[in-house]
């Protein structure tokens, strides 16, 4: 069975389990798995909420293909092609347009929260839907198996809840750093943060290749 079925049947699974995500459950996960197993390094996202309190049932492996859409998802094509292409400067990542547009295909993404939340997230509300699903998000995380995840969760307690045995450590830059299984975690931004899209660029860059994080 593919990862992609994997996790259709966890949806499917976790739907039933939780009455209120029925029929507004929003999926995530592998954008393109032929891409996906193809990278050198597997790379996973991990947001909060979809952005919109109103949003139906959908599926952001298909909205991706639509193609790149507020600065959401531009930073996600940002850092996925600096990690996949091993940092080439900041400017030239649009150099090949088709390569930038498309390196989103071969990451993983996935919300705390599986349905519509608001522009700024609500941390009780947050904490509430991350307790209440933490046993499958941990189960979507194994199917994706990523070398690396990079959190943009916000807030220290949410991550400690997530991951409550992992020993944190600072990178050098004033990230956290951490080990949860065969992955590497990076307590990051918000793809939505209002920082200098450059500057959070050179800082995850500078993370990745820190000797802190090469030694986890």
């Known amino acids: ?13 976790w739907q039933l389990k939780i ?13 393109n798995e032929d ?21 139906e049932a959908g599926d952001f492996r298909e909205w991706w293909k639509e193609g790149l859409k507020y ?8 850092w996925s092609y600096g990690i996949l292409n091993d940092f080439p400067e900041y400017e030239k990542i649009w150099i090949d347009k088709d390569d930038y547009n498309n390196a989103i295909f071969s990451i993983a993404f996935m919300n705390v929260k599986k349905v519509g939340g608001k522009g700024r997230s609500n941390y009780s509300e947050m904490e509430e839907h991350l307790l209440l699903n933490k046993d499958l998000l941990l189960r979507q995380i194994e199917i994706i198996q990523p070398n690396i995840i990079i959190m943009g969760l916000s807030w220290k307690k949410m991550r400690n809840l997530l991951f409550n045995n992992v020993k944190w450590q ?8 951490g080990k949860y299984n065969n992955a590497k975690i990076i307590d990051f931004y918000h793809p939505s943060a209002r920082n200098a899209a450059a500057a959070s660029y050179s800082l995850l860059q500078n993370v990745i290749q820190s000797k802190a994080f090469q030694k986890l």
């Open 170 to 177: 600072n990178s050098g830059y004033n990230v956290s750093i």
């Open 71 to 78: 600065t959401f998802s531009h930073r996600l094509a940002e």
């Open 1 to 13: 069975m593919s990862k992609t079925e994997q996790l259709n049947n966890l949806f499917d699974e």
């Open 35 to 55: 891409l996906y197993s193809k990278a050198k390094t597997k790379v996973l996202f991990l947001t909060k909420e979809p952005n919109n309190p109103n949003q």
């Open 19 to 31: 009455p209120e995500y029925r029929g507004k459950f929003i999926m995530d996960g592998i954008n």
